[in-house]
């Protein structure tokens, strides 16, 4: 009997059914009601922020409003009670040049005065006349009666000098606002004081604004001392006229000169959004406060509905995501079944009888079609495979055969110079332990890597690079070019890089050979001038000699000596110069003074006949011009560029040798006065055996 030992992960079937119910359930509430939620909690903070600066504004505005009526309505009766008394030369006759005992006589005169005055403005409560020392004299009122002390009103006390406010009087159903201004005769002596006394209409502009303008606002208006003088009260009678205000956890509000807006607790805690509009020329100050649940109470009960309408919302959604979770879940368990017959392994399993909505049982036959023609994919499939797999084998042997062709040494290198493949040529040179080692332990000997290596080249720039070393190559030493190319990776990185080395020994015999050749051309070039210069001083020995056989004296003889042993002395020089530049010298790179070079090549060229009409000019560094490069190079080259100046100067000119040390480096400049080279030759100077 064989036991099975391994446990079964995945749920079992009813388990998956409940749980795919459950979670389409999920899925479509959380996708259904929670945008919903967010929506409308996004929608309330936003309206309850706008809500918020909307009755800011208007609190603002109705406070700056009323301030700007209080004032007006002040001002106007202001100048009402100046005009009163300004130039009222009917006034003033009653009260001047009277004794004060007779005023009161005077008094019915001055009450019909006042009258008539009194109906020329509206909102009059009362107009009184008062002698020089606060006594009643005529009043518009029928409750005052003449003689009455008034010298410690207000009114008197402020009246006797400027026109002035003098202050409230409370106890009615709305403040009065009384005002007082002297009567002046001519001589600017007061001879009595108006008092008028006005129904203070702005108790009603509160009222008014609080039914029209705010939603259910408390507007106070304040004196400079902090007094409550008016205010929409609803109970007119239980106003508390007069008394300090006292606004709760506030900033104070007397003697603020600035609007305010913002939020604080009534006394009885509750918070408030408030606003303060200032009377400056008066020092008073209008307040207006609304409480939370008023200035939110249309957006509370918009978040009652919302929360109704959601729930009910919420509720029949969750209700039809049942339903409809029940019509899909059962033809989604037949795929689902058949899902993981087809992951078992079953191709071509297919589902038969799926009962449900139309989109379902359209998802059931391509469900079927998927399942056939993966199972037609996949019998292909193993086709294709087997043939890129005999294609890819007959590449990679093709590749092999390639890569042990070349009968150069070709290997494959890492970031650590560690060689990771190698070619037949190379495991023939080299033996097979050189995959796994490090190329400069093999190819040069050392542990430290080389100097200018190719391949540190490609792998900083991502480019080709190339390199001439001599390295062992079998058992011999050679002088080996190196060609590095980058292999790169998927991203572009250089992941390695491949190494081509060429023994190029001949070719350097070769190319020393074909320079001492050219050299040797221009020894010919030479020679004929260098011949023309050695007869010059044989002949004058052969002249010598002839003179000397003829008169052989002893004296004779010393003459001729002396000029035969100058003459061979510049033969000697000649053929010494001349032996000294054939000769083939060493092909190192040693420490050369550039300045001894142009001394000895202009030196030799001067020897050429065509030299006789040119100059050789030099201006060469103080203190020598030291340089690490292969002397014989250096002197071909110069050489070279001076025997083309005399070419180009037939008639005579000038050769120039400059030289200077410049940022550590040695510059040397050839110039010549001749015609140049044309243009069209200009790209060919530098080609070889071109002249």
Excluded at 84 to 95: I, Q, T
């Amino acid at each position: 009997m064989k036991v099975d030992t391994e446990a079964d992960s995945s749920p079992p079937p009813e388990r998956r059914r409940s749980a795919l119910a459950s979670r389409l359930i999920i899925f479509v509430a959380v996708f259904s009601l929670g945008p919903l939620l967010v929506s409308n909690l996004w929608g309330y903070l936003n309206t309850s922020r706008i809500t918020k600066q909307s009755v800011k504004r208007n609190a603002v505005n109705v406070a700056a409003l009323e301030a700007a009526q209080t004032y007006d309505f002040v001002r106007s009766r202001h100048d009402f009670v100046g005009s009163l008394v300004a130039g009222n030369e009917h006034l003033l006759d009653l009260l001047r040049d009277t004794p004060e005992q007779q005023l009161p006589a005077r008094s019915a005169l001055m009450r019909k005065h006042l009258l008539a005055k009194a109906n020329e403005t509206r909102g009059i409560e009362d107009l009184q006349v008062l002698s020089p020392r606060g006594f009643l004299l005529a009043t518009t009122s029928k409750e005052h009666a003449r003689g009455l002390d008034l010298s410690r009103t207000a009114c008197f006390e402020r009246g006797r000098s400027v026109v002035s406010i003098a202050g409230f009087e409370y106890g009615g159903p709305e403040p009065v606002l009384v005002t007082a201004a002297p009567i002046r005769d001519a001589g600017g002596n007061i001879v009595g004081t108006v008092c008028a006394k006005f129904r203070f209409e702005i108790q009603r502009e509160l009222i008014a604004a609080r039914e029209t303008r705010t939603t259910n606002a408390m507007l106070t208006l304040i004196d400079d001392a902090g007094r409550i003088v008016a205010g929409s009260f609803s109970d007119r009678l239980a106003a508390p006229y007069g008394h300090v205000f006292r606004p709760g956890r506030a900033p104070a509000f007397v003697g603020r000169r600035e609007p305010w807006v913002g939020t604080y607790l009534l006394l009885s805690g509750e918070p408030a959004i408030a606003a303060f509009a200032p009377v400056r020329e008066l020092g008073w100050g209008i307040i207006v406060e609304i409480p939370h649940r008023d200035a939110f109470a249309v957006l509370a009960r918009l978040k009652d509905q919302a929360i109704v309408f959601g729930t009910a919302f919420a509720i029949l959604l969750l209700v039809a995501i049942f339903l409809i979770s029940k019509t899909l879940t059962r033809p989604l368990r037949k795929l689902a079944d058949t899902a993981h017959q087809l992951a078992d392994g079953a191709l071509g399993a297919s589902v038969d009888d799926v009962n449900g909505p139309r989109e379902v049982a359209t998802l059931a036959s391509a469900f079927n079609e998927m399942s056939r023609a993966l199972k037609a994919s996949h019998e292909q499939l193993e086709e294709r495979i087997l043939e890129r797999t005999h294609e890819l084998r007959k590449s990679q042997e093709f590749t092999e055969h390639l890569f042990n062709s070349i009968d150069q040494r070709v290997i494959v290198v890492d970031h650590d110079h560690r060689i990771l493949r190698a070619n037949a040529t190379a495991l023939r040179l080299y033996g097979r332990d050189l995959v796994g080692a490090r190329c400069h332990e093999i190819f040069e000997g050392t542990d430290a890597r080389c100097n200018g290596c190719p391949i540190d080249r490609v792998f900083e720039t991502s480019g080709p690079a190339f390199a001439e070393r001599s390295q062992r190559v079998g058992d011999r030493q050679e002088i080996v070019r190196l060609d590095g190319f980058p292999v790169l990776a998927l991203d572009g990185a250089v992941a390695s890089v491949i190494e081509i080395a060429r023994v190029v020994t001949a070719e350097k015999r070769f190319e020393a050979q074909l320079i001492h050749q050219e050299k040797m051309a221009a020894f010919g070039l030479l020679a004929a001038g260098v011949a023309h210069e050695i007869g010059n001083p044989l002949a004058s020995i052969a002249s010598q000699l002839r003179v000397t056989r003829d008169n052989p004296t002893p004296e004779r003889t010393r003459e001729t000596l002396a000029v035969v042993e100058k003459s061979v002395e510049r033969i000697a020089g000649l053929l010494r110069d001349l032996v000294d530049f054939a000769r083939r010298k060493r092909d190192d790179v040693v420490l050369i003074d550039v300045n001894r070079v142009i001394d000895d090549v202009t030196r030799l060229v001067s020897h050429d006949p065509r030299a006789r009409q040119v100059r050789f000019e030099k201006r060469l560094c103080a203190g020598g011009a030291a340089v690490m490069a292969r002397e014989d190079d250096l002197v071909q080259v110069l050489l070279n560029l001076a025997i083309n100046a005399l070419d180009a100067m037939m008639d005579g000119g000038a050769v120039t040798f400059v030289t200077a040390v410049e940022d550590g480096a040695v510059t040397i400049r050839v110039a010549d006065s001749g015609a140049g080279v044309s243009p069209d030759l200009g790209e060919r100077i530098f080609e070889p055996f071109f002249t």
